[in-house]
Protein backbone atom coordinates (compact mmCIF):
# COMPACT_ATOMS: atom_id res chain seq x y z
CA UNK A 1 0.00 0.00 0.00
CA UNK A 2 0.91 3.36 -0.72
CA UNK A 3 1.24 4.61 3.21
CA UNK A 4 3.24 1.60 3.61
CA UNK A 5 5.37 2.73 0.99
CA UNK A 6 5.60 5.45 2.89
CA UNK A 7 6.05 4.57 6.23
CA UNK A 8 9.48 2.52 5.18
CA UNK A 9 10.92 5.47 3.33
CA UNK A 10 10.42 7.79 6.61
CA UNK A 11 11.94 5.21 8.28
CA UNK A 12 15.18 5.14 6.61
CA UNK A 13 15.00 8.72 6.31
CA UNK A 14 14.50 9.90 9.94
CA UNK A 15 15.92 7.85 13.22
CA UNK A 16 14.51 4.66 14.01
CA UNK A 17 11.90 5.95 16.35
CA UNK A 18 10.36 8.05 14.32
CA UNK A 19 7.59 6.24 11.54
CA UNK A 20 4.44 7.47 9.98
CA UNK A 21 1.13 5.65 10.85
CA UNK A 22 -2.09 6.22 9.36
CA UNK A 23 -5.93 6.50 11.30
CA UNK A 24 -8.79 3.90 9.56
CA UNK A 25 -10.76 5.34 7.28
CA UNK A 26 -14.02 5.41 7.58
CA UNK A 27 -10.55 15.70 33.94
CA UNK A 28 -8.47 15.43 36.52
CA UNK A 29 -8.24 19.27 38.25
CA UNK A 30 -3.98 18.63 38.21
CA UNK A 31 -4.05 17.18 34.76
CA UNK A 32 -0.67 17.63 32.91
CA UNK A 33 -1.80 20.46 30.12
CA UNK A 34 -0.63 19.81 26.32
CA UNK A 35 -0.88 22.61 24.38
CA UNK A 36 -2.35 21.63 20.46
CA UNK A 37 -2.45 23.82 17.56
CA UNK A 38 -4.97 22.86 15.16
CA UNK A 39 -4.40 24.71 11.24
CA UNK A 40 -6.99 24.11 8.91
CA UNK A 41 -7.24 24.57 4.89
CA UNK A 42 -10.00 26.75 2.68
CA UNK A 43 -11.89 23.35 2.30
CA UNK A 44 -11.87 21.96 6.16
CA UNK A 45 -13.08 26.01 6.37
CA UNK A 46 -16.15 25.41 4.55
CA UNK A 47 -16.53 22.10 5.68
CA UNK A 48 -17.48 23.62 9.43
CA UNK A 49 -19.63 26.47 7.82
CA UNK A 50 -16.51 28.53 7.87
CA UNK A 51 -16.26 28.53 11.64
CA UNK A 52 -13.69 25.95 12.46
CA UNK A 53 -12.89 27.40 15.99
CA UNK A 54 -15.84 26.53 17.31
CA UNK A 55 -15.56 23.12 15.70
CA UNK A 56 -12.33 22.84 17.42
CA UNK A 57 -13.79 23.57 20.60
CA UNK A 58 -15.78 20.97 20.90
CA UNK A 59 -13.64 18.41 19.36
CA UNK A 60 -10.87 19.54 22.35
CA UNK A 61 -13.60 18.44 24.93
CA UNK A 62 -14.25 15.19 23.26
CA UNK A 63 -10.90 14.35 23.13
CA UNK A 64 -10.28 15.65 26.69
CA UNK A 65 -13.49 13.28 27.65
CA UNK A 66 -11.27 10.41 26.32
CA UNK A 67 -8.25 11.03 27.62
CA UNK A 68 -10.17 11.15 31.28
CA UNK A 69 -11.99 8.16 30.56
CA UNK A 70 -8.36 6.77 29.99
CA UNK A 71 -7.32 7.26 33.00
CA UNK A 72 -4.38 9.85 32.05
CA UNK A 73 -3.59 12.52 33.69
CA UNK A 74 -3.35 14.74 31.23
CA UNK A 75 -5.39 17.36 29.03
CA UNK A 76 -5.69 19.08 25.62
CA UNK A 77 -5.89 23.11 25.17
CA UNK A 78 -5.74 24.69 22.14
CA UNK A 79 -3.58 28.25 22.11
CA UNK A 80 -4.42 28.58 18.18
CA UNK A 81 -6.83 27.67 15.35
CA UNK A 82 -5.51 29.01 12.30
CA UNK A 83 -5.56 28.69 8.65
CA UNK A 84 -2.57 27.70 6.90
CA UNK A 85 -2.77 26.32 3.49
CA UNK A 86 0.21 23.12 2.66
CA UNK A 87 0.89 21.50 -0.53
CA UNK A 88 0.87 17.78 -1.07
CA UNK A 89 -0.50 15.23 -3.68
CA UNK A 90 -1.27 13.49 -0.84
CA UNK A 91 -1.94 13.28 3.12
CA UNK A 92 1.82 11.95 3.37
CA UNK A 93 2.86 14.52 1.30
CA UNK A 94 0.94 17.33 3.61
CA UNK A 95 2.68 15.84 6.50
CA UNK A 96 6.30 15.71 5.21
CA UNK A 97 5.83 19.14 3.75
CA UNK A 98 4.36 20.51 6.73
CA UNK A 99 7.03 19.32 9.08
CA UNK A 100 9.26 21.39 7.46
CA UNK A 101 7.18 24.47 6.60
CA UNK A 102 8.86 27.53 7.88
CA UNK A 103 5.38 29.05 8.45
CA UNK A 104 4.27 26.42 10.40
CA UNK A 105 7.35 26.15 12.74
CA UNK A 106 7.03 29.83 13.30
CA UNK A 107 3.52 29.94 14.27
CA UNK A 108 4.16 26.70 16.77
CA UNK A 109 6.70 28.53 18.36
CA UNK A 110 4.87 31.99 18.74
CA UNK A 111 1.48 30.34 20.04
CA UNK A 112 4.05 27.68 21.88
CA UNK A 113 2.28 24.85 20.71
CA UNK A 114 3.65 21.31 21.98
CA UNK A 115 1.63 19.30 19.30
CA UNK A 116 0.56 20.62 16.00
CA UNK A 117 -2.47 18.71 13.72
CA UNK A 118 -3.09 20.21 10.32
CA UNK A 119 -6.98 19.49 8.74
CA UNK A 120 -6.47 19.09 5.31
CA UNK A 121 -9.07 17.87 2.53
CA UNK A 122 -6.61 15.51 0.92
CA UNK A 123 -6.09 11.63 2.10
CA UNK A 124 -8.75 9.46 3.45
CA UNK A 125 -8.89 9.61 7.44
CA UNK A 126 -4.94 10.91 9.02
CA UNK A 127 -1.73 10.25 9.14
CA UNK A 128 0.82 11.29 11.64
CA UNK A 129 4.38 10.48 12.99
CA UNK A 130 5.28 7.62 16.09
CA UNK A 131 7.70 9.15 18.33
CA UNK A 132 7.68 11.13 21.28
CA UNK A 133 10.12 13.65 19.75
CA UNK A 134 9.23 17.33 19.44
CA UNK A 135 10.54 17.80 16.06
CA UNK A 136 7.87 14.85 15.26
CA UNK A 137 4.66 15.78 16.86
CA UNK A 138 2.97 16.86 13.52
CA UNK A 139 -0.07 15.12 12.40
CA UNK A 140 -2.71 15.85 9.18
CA UNK A 141 -6.64 14.92 10.03
CA UNK A 142 -9.27 15.15 7.48
CA UNK A 143 -12.03 17.64 8.79
CA UNK A 144 -14.74 14.84 8.25
CA UNK A 145 -13.33 12.30 10.37
CA UNK A 146 -13.92 13.21 13.69
CA UNK A 147 -11.97 14.28 17.06
CA UNK A 148 -11.12 10.22 17.77
CA UNK A 149 -9.28 10.42 14.54
CA UNK A 150 -7.10 13.45 15.57
CA UNK A 151 -7.22 12.06 18.73
CA UNK A 152 -5.84 8.55 16.93
CA UNK A 153 -3.49 10.74 15.56
CA UNK A 154 -1.91 12.88 18.67
CA UNK A 155 -1.82 9.00 20.22
CA UNK A 156 0.83 7.82 17.21
CA UNK A 157 2.43 11.75 18.32
CA UNK A 158 2.67 10.58 21.80
CA UNK A 159 4.48 6.96 20.53
CA UNK A 160 1.61 4.47 20.66
CA UNK A 161 0.80 1.91 17.90
CA UNK A 162 -2.01 -0.13 16.40
CA UNK A 163 -2.47 -3.14 17.67
CA UNK A 164 -0.29 -6.70 17.63
CA UNK A 165 -3.53 -8.03 15.48
CA UNK A 166 -2.31 -5.50 12.89
CA UNK A 167 1.80 -6.47 13.24
CA UNK A 168 2.53 -3.32 15.88
CA UNK A 169 4.93 -5.40 18.15
CA UNK A 170 5.11 -2.21 20.94
CA UNK A 171 5.35 1.61 20.81
CA UNK A 172 7.94 4.30 20.72
CA UNK A 173 8.94 3.99 24.46
CA UNK A 174 7.13 1.16 25.79
CA UNK A 175 6.48 -2.45 24.36
CA UNK A 176 2.72 -1.97 26.09
CA UNK A 177 2.19 1.14 24.15
CA UNK A 178 -0.47 -0.40 21.79
CA UNK A 179 -3.97 -0.29 20.31
CA UNK A 180 -6.22 -3.39 21.83
CA UNK A 181 -9.35 -4.89 20.37
CA UNK A 182 -11.27 -7.88 20.99
CA UNK A 183 -13.02 -9.23 17.82
CA UNK A 184 -16.51 -8.76 17.12
CA UNK A 185 -17.17 -7.00 20.50
CA UNK A 186 -14.74 -3.23 20.73
CA UNK A 187 -11.65 -1.85 19.66
CA UNK A 188 -9.99 1.38 21.46
CA UNK A 189 -8.83 4.19 19.89
CA UNK A 190 -5.84 2.91 17.76
CA UNK A 191 -6.99 0.08 16.77
CA UNK A 192 -8.82 -0.44 13.41
CA UNK A 193 -12.73 -0.99 13.73
CA UNK A 194 -12.41 -3.00 10.45
CA UNK A 195 -9.78 -5.48 11.60
CA UNK A 196 -11.64 -6.41 14.73
CA UNK A 197 -15.42 -6.39 13.05
CA UNK A 198 -16.68 -3.84 15.09
CA UNK A 199 -16.86 -0.24 16.72
CA UNK A 200 -14.91 1.76 19.02
CA UNK A 201 -15.03 2.64 22.39
CA UNK A 202 -13.24 6.20 23.06
CA UNK A 203 -10.27 5.18 25.37
CA UNK A 204 -6.99 3.90 24.54
CA UNK A 205 -6.28 0.44 25.63
CA UNK A 206 -5.94 0.29 30.01
CA UNK A 207 -6.91 -3.14 31.38
CA UNK A 208 -8.27 -1.10 34.69
CA UNK A 209 -10.70 -0.36 32.32
CA UNK A 210 -14.34 -2.44 31.37
CA UNK A 211 -15.16 -2.20 27.20
CA UNK A 212 -18.40 -3.84 27.12
CA UNK A 213 -17.52 -6.37 29.64
CA UNK A 214 -14.95 -7.37 28.69
CA UNK A 215 -10.72 -5.30 29.98
CA UNK A 216 -9.88 -2.70 27.75
CA UNK A 217 -6.18 -4.12 27.39
CA UNK A 218 -3.73 -6.23 28.72
CA UNK A 219 -1.91 -6.19 31.81
CA UNK A 220 1.95 -5.12 31.54
CA UNK A 221 4.06 -7.57 31.73
CA UNK A 222 1.62 -9.67 29.74
CA UNK A 223 2.75 -11.31 26.60
CA UNK A 224 0.06 -9.31 24.99
CA UNK A 225 0.30 -6.32 26.98
CA UNK A 226 -1.71 -3.49 25.68
CA UNK A 227 -1.69 -0.83 27.95
CA UNK A 228 -1.74 2.59 25.76
CA UNK A 229 -2.90 5.14 28.70
CA UNK A 230 0.10 4.28 30.70
CA UNK A 231 2.93 4.49 28.14
CA UNK A 232 0.97 7.93 27.52
CA UNK A 233 0.69 9.08 31.43
CA UNK A 234 4.55 8.37 31.51
CA UNK A 235 5.43 11.01 28.63
CA UNK A 236 2.59 13.56 29.69
CA UNK A 237 5.57 16.30 31.22
CA UNK A 238 7.94 15.37 28.28
CA UNK A 239 5.57 16.11 25.67
CA UNK A 240 4.00 19.52 28.05
CA UNK A 241 7.59 20.64 27.49
CA UNK A 242 8.09 20.12 24.14
CA UNK A 243 7.72 23.71 23.61
CA UNK A 244 7.78 26.33 26.45
CA UNK A 245 4.38 27.45 27.06
CA UNK A 246 3.14 31.20 26.30
CA UNK A 247 -0.25 33.26 26.21
CA UNK A 248 -1.74 30.87 28.77
CA UNK A 249 -2.43 33.47 31.56
CA UNK A 250 -1.83 36.80 32.51
CA UNK A 251 -3.66 39.71 34.27
CA UNK A 252 -5.14 39.96 30.70
CA UNK A 253 -6.76 37.83 27.99
CA UNK A 254 -7.52 38.96 24.62
CA UNK A 255 -10.15 36.97 22.76
CA UNK A 256 -10.14 36.71 18.73
CA UNK A 257 -14.42 36.79 19.13
CA UNK A 258 -16.67 38.46 21.45
CA UNK A 259 -18.05 36.32 24.49
CA UNK A 260 -14.47 35.20 25.37
CA UNK A 261 -14.15 32.69 22.50
CA UNK A 262 -11.69 31.93 19.79
CA UNK A 263 -7.78 31.46 20.19
CA UNK A 264 -6.39 33.33 23.24
CA UNK A 265 -3.57 35.27 23.88
CA UNK A 266 -2.75 35.82 27.92
CA UNK A 267 -0.63 39.37 28.50
CA UNK A 268 1.02 41.08 31.57
CA UNK A 269 2.01 44.84 32.68
CA UNK A 270 3.30 46.43 29.79
CA UNK A 271 3.38 48.61 26.48
CA UNK A 272 2.32 46.61 23.53
CA UNK A 273 3.07 47.75 19.79
CA UNK A 274 1.29 46.00 16.90
CA UNK A 275 4.77 44.11 15.99
CA UNK A 276 4.88 42.91 20.20
CA UNK A 277 1.16 41.82 20.12
CA UNK A 278 1.58 39.87 16.65
CA UNK A 279 4.64 38.43 18.31
CA UNK A 280 2.41 37.02 21.09
CA UNK A 281 0.29 35.38 18.53
CA UNK A 282 -2.54 38.27 18.42
CA UNK A 283 -3.35 38.79 14.50
CA UNK A 284 -3.84 42.61 13.96
CA UNK A 285 -7.20 44.15 14.08
CA UNK A 286 -8.51 41.07 15.47
CA UNK A 287 -9.69 41.64 19.32
CA UNK A 288 -13.10 41.17 20.41
CA UNK A 289 -13.18 41.10 24.15
CA UNK A 290 -11.08 40.37 26.71
CA UNK A 291 -11.04 39.66 30.47
CA UNK A 292 -8.86 42.05 32.57
CA UNK A 293 -8.06 41.21 36.23
CA UNK A 294 -8.89 43.45 39.45
CA UNK A 295 -5.92 45.91 40.17
CA UNK A 296 -5.28 46.04 36.31
CA UNK A 297 -6.25 48.73 33.52
CA UNK A 298 -6.38 47.77 29.82
CA UNK A 299 -6.30 51.07 27.24
CA UNK A 300 -6.45 49.68 23.83
CA UNK A 301 -5.85 52.38 20.71
CA UNK A 302 -6.88 51.95 17.05
CA UNK A 303 -3.47 52.05 15.52
CA UNK A 304 -0.04 51.23 15.74
CA UNK A 305 2.13 53.14 18.51
CA UNK A 306 -0.41 54.31 20.62
CA UNK A 307 -2.71 56.08 18.33
CA UNK A 308 -5.92 56.69 17.40
CA UNK A 309 -9.22 55.72 18.87
CA UNK A 310 -8.95 54.78 22.81
CA UNK A 311 -10.92 52.29 24.93
CA UNK A 312 -9.80 51.89 28.03
CA UNK A 313 -11.11 49.03 30.39
CA UNK A 314 -10.29 48.18 34.09
CA UNK A 315 -12.69 45.07 34.55
CA UNK A 316 -13.80 42.41 31.32
CA UNK A 317 -15.90 43.28 28.45
CA UNK A 318 -17.31 40.73 26.58
CA UNK A 319 -17.79 42.03 23.01
CA UNK A 320 -16.22 45.45 21.76
CA UNK A 321 -18.48 45.44 19.05
CA UNK A 322 -20.33 48.12 21.87
CA UNK A 323 -17.18 50.57 21.50
CA UNK A 324 -16.86 50.39 17.63
CA UNK A 325 -13.80 49.05 18.37
CA UNK A 326 -14.08 45.45 17.74
CA UNK A 327 -11.42 44.02 15.17
CA UNK A 328 -10.12 47.36 15.17
CA UNK A 329 -7.40 47.82 17.49
CA UNK A 330 -3.43 47.57 16.68
CA UNK A 331 -1.74 48.33 20.31
CA UNK A 332 -2.25 48.65 23.75
CA UNK A 333 -1.18 49.60 26.99
CA UNK A 334 -1.59 47.44 30.56
CA UNK A 335 -1.29 49.03 33.87
CA UNK A 336 -1.83 48.68 37.36
CA UNK A 337 -4.44 50.36 39.14
CA UNK A 338 -5.28 50.76 42.94
CA UNK A 339 -9.50 51.14 41.75
CA UNK A 340 -11.05 49.48 39.27
CA UNK A 341 -14.09 51.74 39.41
CA UNK A 342 -15.96 52.15 35.91
CA UNK A 343 -19.21 53.22 34.88
CA UNK A 344 -21.23 54.20 31.42
CA UNK A 345 -23.86 56.26 31.34
CA UNK A 346 -26.20 56.07 28.25
CA UNK A 347 -26.58 60.19 27.45
CA UNK A 348 -30.29 59.36 26.64
CA UNK A 349 -31.22 58.83 30.53
CA UNK A 350 -30.21 62.26 31.55
CA UNK A 351 -32.76 63.83 34.20
CA UNK A 352 -32.41 66.68 32.75
CA UNK A 353 -31.73 69.02 29.67
CA UNK A 354 -31.89 71.80 27.58
CA UNK A 355 -32.71 71.63 24.00
CA UNK A 356 -31.74 68.32 22.78
CA UNK A 357 -33.56 65.54 21.27
CA UNK A 358 -33.41 61.82 21.22
CA UNK A 359 -32.62 59.40 18.07
CA UNK A 360 -32.71 55.84 17.21
CA UNK A 361 -28.80 55.09 16.90
CA UNK A 362 -26.96 52.74 14.46
CA UNK A 363 -24.48 52.73 16.89
CA UNK A 364 -23.38 49.08 18.12
CA UNK A 365 -25.79 48.21 21.02
CA UNK A 366 -28.85 49.94 19.29
CA UNK A 367 -31.07 52.00 21.81
CA UNK A 368 -31.29 55.59 21.48
CA UNK A 369 -28.25 58.40 21.15
CA UNK A 370 -29.13 62.52 21.81
CA UNK A 371 -28.87 64.35 19.48
CA UNK A 372 -29.68 68.32 17.65
CA UNK A 373 -27.69 69.71 20.09
CA UNK A 374 -26.95 73.38 19.72
CA UNK A 375 -24.46 76.12 21.40
CA UNK A 376 -25.74 76.33 25.35
CA UNK A 377 -27.56 72.79 25.37
CA UNK A 378 -27.16 70.63 28.19
CA UNK A 379 -28.15 67.02 29.64
CA UNK A 380 -27.75 66.67 33.23
CA UNK A 381 -27.30 63.11 35.13
CA UNK A 382 -28.02 62.70 39.24
CA UNK A 383 -26.48 60.36 41.99
CA UNK A 384 -23.10 59.17 39.99
CA UNK A 385 -20.78 58.39 42.41
CA UNK A 386 -16.95 58.42 42.32
CA UNK A 387 -15.50 55.93 44.90
CA UNK A 388 -12.10 57.87 45.66
CA UNK A 389 -10.47 61.00 44.93
CA UNK A 390 -8.02 61.19 41.95
CA UNK A 391 -7.79 61.24 37.95
CA UNK A 392 -10.34 60.04 35.75
CA UNK A 393 -10.37 58.98 31.98
CA UNK A 394 -13.97 60.16 30.23
CA UNK A 395 -14.95 58.50 27.52
CA UNK A 396 -17.91 59.89 24.97
CA UNK A 397 -19.00 57.99 22.03
CA UNK A 398 -19.88 60.57 19.48
CA UNK A 399 -20.32 61.09 16.05
CA UNK A 400 -20.80 64.33 13.66
CA UNK A 401 -18.67 66.96 12.33
CA UNK A 402 -16.06 68.67 15.62
CA UNK A 403 -17.42 70.37 18.37
CA UNK A 404 -16.50 71.07 21.82
CA UNK A 405 -18.55 70.26 24.99
CA UNK A 406 -17.08 70.82 28.91
CA UNK A 407 -18.38 68.37 31.79
CA UNK A 408 -19.27 69.97 35.18
CA UNK A 409 -20.66 68.72 38.64
CA UNK A 410 -23.68 70.45 40.10
CA UNK A 411 -25.20 72.73 37.56
CA UNK A 412 -21.57 73.91 36.39
CA UNK A 413 -20.62 74.77 40.49
CA UNK A 414 -17.44 72.73 39.43
CA UNK A 415 -16.18 72.31 35.73
CA UNK A 416 -13.74 69.57 35.26
CA UNK A 417 -13.04 70.16 31.78
CA UNK A 418 -13.43 70.72 28.18
CA UNK A 419 -12.94 68.23 24.95
CA UNK A 420 -12.36 69.26 21.11
CA UNK A 421 -14.69 66.45 19.64
CA UNK A 422 -13.69 64.85 16.12
CA UNK A 423 -15.12 65.12 12.83
CA UNK A 424 -16.55 61.77 12.50
CA UNK A 425 -18.31 63.05 8.72
CA UNK A 426 -21.80 61.49 9.77
CA UNK A 427 -24.07 61.84 12.50
CA UNK A 428 -24.11 58.04 12.98
CA UNK A 429 -20.37 57.50 12.38
CA UNK A 430 -19.32 56.71 15.82
CA UNK A 431 -15.69 57.29 17.46
CA UNK A 432 -14.50 57.54 20.90
CA UNK A 433 -12.94 60.63 21.64
CA UNK A 434 -11.52 60.94 26.06
CA UNK A 435 -9.86 63.48 28.34
CA UNK A 436 -8.32 63.02 31.75
CA UNK A 437 -10.21 64.94 34.61
CA UNK A 438 -9.82 65.14 38.54
CA UNK A 439 -12.64 64.27 40.74
CA UNK A 440 -13.10 64.24 44.24
CA UNK A 441 -14.94 61.25 46.11
CA UNK A 442 -18.34 61.95 46.60
CA UNK A 443 -21.89 61.83 44.53
CA UNK A 444 -23.02 64.50 42.02
CA UNK A 445 -24.67 65.31 39.51
CA UNK A 446 -22.77 64.90 35.81
CA UNK A 447 -23.72 67.55 33.54
CA UNK A 448 -22.57 68.08 29.70
CA UNK A 449 -22.52 71.31 28.35
CA UNK A 450 -22.34 72.47 24.61
CA UNK A 451 -19.70 74.84 24.13
CA UNK A 452 -20.02 74.60 20.69
CA UNK A 453 -22.53 72.29 18.43
CA UNK A 454 -21.60 69.74 15.48
CA UNK A 455 -22.11 66.28 17.39
CA UNK A 456 -24.11 63.51 19.03
CA UNK A 457 -23.68 62.08 21.62
CA UNK A 458 -24.65 58.07 22.54
CA UNK A 459 -22.77 57.42 25.84
CA UNK A 460 -20.20 58.62 28.18
CA UNK A 461 -17.90 56.37 30.51
CA UNK A 462 -16.14 57.18 33.70
CA UNK A 463 -12.77 55.24 34.27
CA UNK A 464 -10.64 55.00 37.27
CA UNK A 465 -6.94 55.45 36.47
Known amino acids: MKLL ?24 ANAVTVDILVLYDNYSANYFGGD ?68 HEKGACGVGYVAVDKNYT ?11 VMLHEFGHNMGVTHSRKQGDQGGTRYRY ?3 YGVQDVFVDIMAYEGVF ?45 FRNTVNSGGPVRLFEHCYYTG ?10 RLADLMNRGLVNDDLSSLQVDAGYRVEMFQHDNFTGNVVTRTGSDDCLVDEGMNDDISSLRITRVSGGFSQTIQAENFFANNGVQLENTTDSGGGQNVGWIDANDWMAFSNITIPTTGNYRIEYRVAGFGGTLSLDL ?8 QINLPNTNGWQNWQTASHTVHINAGTYNFGI ?7 NINWFRIVQL
Open 263 to 272: YTVGLGEGSY
Open 5 to 28: SITHTLKRAIASAVFVASAATASI
Open 197 to 241: NTSRVNVFSNPNLNCRGLPCGKPVGDSEEAHASLAIHNVRNELAN
Open 177 to 179: GVG
Open 52 to 119: PQTAMNGWANDMNSALKASQIDMKFRIVGVRHHEEDGAGMGDVLGNLRVDGGAIALRDQLGADMVSQL
Open 410 to 417: NGGAIVLG
Open 138 to 148: WNVTHPGCGPM
Open 449 to 455: FANAPGW
